[in-house]
């Protein structure tokens, strides 16, 4: 499978505790983005990686989230301190740059937090 | 917020007949594009239409864009139980952010047999 891979699919943890979740994308990829989605709602833009480069953050990527792609291959997105309100599907995606391109989505890691 | 509005919020029908799903957003765009998504799964790319581009199709697919309007509409044609699924407009604006998406709030479709 050459699409983009997200790990866990699932996450159960208590609040307060942290949490971590990996997304490899597509190989030739070189841009990365991380979503969240909560239930019936369309995903909502996080933070976005050009290479190893954290170029844009979300106001909604508070202090308690970080995200990491060192050598511009695998991402991991932290959050600390869980709370409820983090419950939700966390979707990774890759594109290639230049232009207009697609964006290839993961199945996603959904987190419930109680 | 969510930028794009879709409509109709719900949508069923039976096997066969047509799916006509319509999405809006707020700012002008560099391209739209269209994603399925299976219940608790990940988005599948569906298609891309450039903000040059008026109609655009794909197999049963038939998007549309006008965007004096700032509309969409994503058909899809002789619907199978298979289809059954939320359906998601993302624009890529044309200026600032160009790299993001930003969603609707999408279309459940549910094809009966």
């Known amino acids: 499978d050459t699409g983009v891979s997200q790990n866990p699919r699932h996450k159960i943890t208590k609040r307060g505790q942290n949490v971590t979740f990996r997304c490899d994308p597509i190989s030739e990829h070189n841009r990365l983005y991380w979503y969240r989605q909560t239930l019936g709602q369309g995903p909502e833009f996080l933070t976005y990686f050009q290479n190893e480069a954290q170029l844009e953050k979300s106001r909604l990527l508070s202090d308690r989230f970080s995200a990491e792609r060192p050598k511009g291959s695998f991402s991991t997105l932290e959050i600390q301190r869980t709370e409820q309100g983090d419950s939700a599907m966390y979707l990774c995606?890759?594109?290639?740059?230049?232009?207009?391109?697609?964006?290839?989505f993961g199945q996603g890691t959904r987190l419930t937090v109680v | 917020s969510q930028q794009g509005e879709e409509d109709p919020q719900a949508l069923s029908i039976q096997e066969g007949e047509n799916a006509t799903m319509n999405c809006s957003y707020k700012t002008s765009i560099n391209n739209l594009q269209w994603y399925r998504q299976n219940s608790g799964r990940g988005l599948v790319h569906l298609i891309l239409?450039?903000?040059?581009?008026r109609e655009k199709h794909s197999g049963r697919l038939r998007v549309t864009l006008d965007t004096s309007k700032k509309s969409s509409s994503l058909l899809i044609t002789a619907s199978r139980a298979a289809d059954t699924a939320s359906y998601f407009c993302?624009?890529?604006?044309?200026?600032?952010?160009?790299?993001?998406?930003?969603f609707g709030s999408g279309t459940q479709l549910t094809v009966l047999p």
């Open positions: 239409i450039r903000s040059n581009e």
């Open positions: 995606a890759s594109s290639l740059s230049g232009g207009v391109t697609e964006a290839f």
């Open positions: 993302a624009s890529s604006p044309l200026s600032g952010s160009a790299r993001q998406l930003t």
